[in-house]
């Protein structure tokens, strides 16, 4: 299922439901009441490790949240104010993205520098550094903010790593996201236009290309599979940007296995580490004592009395997200649906005198959803037998299934329950 098609619906446009303003405006208000009485969880404080705008909640802690890939985002909107992708976007969308996406036709030309057990020696910090720094890069971004004050330019930066000596650099998804260009600046200062190869929203991995530059030092991959906690963990990135270029920390691997849900996106399996990650590290390197890449370094907590609390994505994780980008600029093996739902709430389901569940907004041609008969109107309300009132309950059912599987839903449509039969097909959303 793919929810990324429209994002922004424009509800009165929606003959079958009335999402008028007032309803909307009493379920915002239902809800922060709700809201206000639950007990905070550590994922209410997880963000990006890259652009951050302090606030503060109701509770009177003090919240980082991250919001865009980049060290700072500078708008037009008075001398020297510094505003957060949340911000941005009461302003006016960022453009399409129009940086070349290419795929490659041949996955096995593309090739890591993986680990050999019989030449591994642990190493000192000094050494880790030296070996490793080369092979991590800053990753720039700019993109047009098209506001009420007219087009202005958002600049970001992150961190990527040298996948290969070919020029191919890994970094995070939310790095590069909706930029309309990207340099890559090597350890060494010299900086090459980049173009995106492929990217994926759900790992957040994204992989660029950069041309013309000589003698490129690849990092070396680990093995995230055989990582044990308390093992030393060392950080290498760029925080606060041009600031503080290839800052190393160290630290330990404080766990594995841990799930993490930011605004955006929510992680599974990730690293946790205490080694410092900040603004500007995200799509940089975590690395064990032997100098190999375990993880992509992604997100971290940050809040009033939480410290050394960051999370990377195993790079076992990587590799095969990278290997299906570079071979068709899509991750392969993904079911899909192919809706654009609305979550009917309780609320919503009286006004409209409709069960609650997921109301089908659109409906992607060609998809499993067309070709089973599904329709723009229709209310889904179960799947394989099991009740489905948002989003992320259908895609936990389709995530289970393969591709070519058949999914019965249970559908509301005019008035009448049916069971309506689709055979999942592949996700290529990301494809070109």
Same mark, same amino acid.
């Given at each position: 299922?793919?929810?990324?098609?429209? /994002?922004?619906?424009?509800?009165?446009?929606?003959? %079958?439901?009335?999402?008028?303003?007032?309803?909307?405006?009493?379920?915002?208000e239902?809800?922060?009441?709700?809201?206000?009485?639950?007990?905070?969880?550590?994922?209410?404080? !997880?963000?990006?490790?890259?652009?951050?705008?302090?606030?503060?909640?109701?509770?009177?802690?003090?919240?980082?949240?991250?919001v865009?890939?980049?060290?700072?985002? =500078?708008?037009?909107?008075?001398?020297?104010?510094?505003v957060?992708?949340?911000?941005?976007?009461?302003?006016?969308?960022?453009?399409?993205?129009?940086? *070349?996406?290419?795929?490659?036709?041949?996955?096995?030309?593309?090739?890591?520098?993986?680990?050999?057990?019989?030449?591994? @020696?642990?190493?000192?910090?000094?050494?880790?550094?030296?070996?490793?720094?080369?092979?991590?890069?800053?990753?720039?971004?700019?993109?047009?903010?098209?506001?009420?004050?007219?087009?202005?330019?958002?600049?970001?930066s992150?961190?990527?790593?040298? !996948?290969?000596?070919?020029?191919?650099?890994?970094?995070?998804?939310?790095?590069?996201?909706?930029?309309?260009?990207?340099?890559?600046?090597l350890? %060494?200062?010299?900086?090459?236009?980049?173009?995106?190869?492929?990217?994926?929203?759900?790992?957040?991995?994204?992989?660029l290309?950069?041309?013309?530059?000589?003698?490129?030092?690849?990092?070396?991959?680990?093995?995230?599979?055989?990582?044990?906690?308390?093992?030393?963990?060392?950080?290498?990135?760029?925080? *606060?940007g041009?600031?503080?270029?290839?800052?190393? =920390?160290?630290?330990?691997?404080?766990?594995?296995?841990? =799930? +993490?849900?930011?605004?955006?996106?929510?992680?599974?399996?990730?690293?946790?580490?205490? !080694?410092?990650?900040?603004?500007?590290?995200s799509?940089?390197?975590?690395?064990?004592?032997?100098?190999? +890449?375990?993880?992509?370094?992604?997100?971290?907590?940050?809040?009033?009395?939480?410290?050394?609390?960051?999370?990377a994505?195993?790079?076992?994780?990587?590799?095969?997200?990278?290997?299906?980008?570079?071979? /068709?600029?899509?991750?392969?093996?993904?079911?899909?649906?192919?809706?654009?739902?609305?979550?009917?709430?309780?609320?919503?389901? !009286?006004?409209?005198?409709?069960?609650?569940?997921?109301?089908?907004?659109n409906?992607?041609?060609?998809s499993?959803?067309?070709?089973?008969?599904? /329709?723009?109107?229709?209310?889904?309300?179960g799947?394989?037998?099991?009740?489905?009132?948002?989003?992320? @309950?259908?895609?936990e059912?389709? %995530?289970?299934?393969k591709?070519?599987?058949?999914?019965?839903?249970? +559908?509301?449509?005019?008035g009448?329950?049916?069971?309506?039969?689709?055979?999942?097909?592949?996700?290529?959303?990301?494809?070109?």
């Amino acid at each position: 299922m793919d929810f990324n098609e429209k /994002k922004d619906l424009d509800f009165n446009e929606k003959k %079958d439901l009335d999402f008028n303003e007032e309803n909307l405006n009493d379920k915002q208000e239902e809800n922060a009441e709700k809201t206000e009485n639950i007990p905070k969880t550590i994922n209410d404080y !997880a963000f990006y490790t890259e652009n951050v705008k302090q606030k503060k909640s109701r509770m009177g802690l003090g919240i980082l949240i991250g919001v865009f890939a980049g060290i700072f985002l =500078t708008v037009a909107v008075g001398a020297g104010t510094m505003v957060s992708r949340n911000i941005i976007k009461g302003f006016g969308e960022f453009g399409k993205n129009g940086i *070349l996406t290419e795929g490659l036709d041949n996955a096995n030309s593309f090739d890591f520098n993986r680990f050999n057990e019989g030449e591994r @020696e642990v190493k000192s910090i000094v050494e880790i550094s030296a070996q490793v720094s080369p092979g991590v890069v800053m990753v720039t971004t700019s993109a047009i903010v098209n506001s009420m004050f007219g087009a202005t330019t958002a600049r970001g930066s992150g961190s990527g790593i040298i !996948a290969n000596e070919e020029g191919y650099i890994i970094t995070n998804n939310h790095v590069i996201e909706n930029a309309h260009n990207i340099n890559v600046i090597l350890s %060494d200062g010299s900086e090459y236009p980049a173009k995106i190869i492929g990217s994926d929203v759900k790992t957040d991995i994204a992989v660029l290309k950069i041309d013309g530059a000589m003698n490129l030092t690849a990092v070396n991959m680990g093995d995230s599979d055989k990582l044990q906690v308390g093992e030393i963990a060392i950080a290498i990135g760029n925080p *606060l940007g041009t600031q503080l270029t290839g800052t190393v =920390t160290q630290g330990v691997i404080s766990a594995t296995n841990r =799930t +993490v849900q930011t605004s955006e996106n929510t992680y599974v399996n990730l690293i946790q580490t205490d !080694a410092a990650i900040n603004s500007g590290n995200s799509g940089g390197a975590l690395v064990n004592g032997y100098g190999e +890449v375990i993880g992509i370094n992604t997100v971290k907590y940050a809040a009033s009395g939480v410290e050394g609390i960051g999370f990377a994505i195993p790079i076992n994780d990587v590799i095969p997200i990278v290997r299906d980008l570079v071979d /068709k600029g899509y991750v392969s093996g993904r079911p899909f649906i192919g809706i654009t739902p609305i979550e009917v709430t309780k609320q919503l389901a !009286a006004v409209n005198n409709i069960p609650e569940g997921l109301y089908v907004a659109n409906v992607v041609p060609g998809s499993a959803a067309e070709l089973g008969g599904i /329709k723009t109107g229709d209310v889904i309300t179960g799947a394989d037998g099991k009740e489905v009132k948002t989003a992320s @309950e259908l895609n936990e059912i389709r %995530d289970s299934k393969k591709i070519g599987e058949e999914l019965k839903l249970d +559908v509301y449509r005019d008035g009448k329950n049916i069971t309506v039969t689709i055979y999942l097909k592949e996700d290529k959303s990301g494809a070109n």
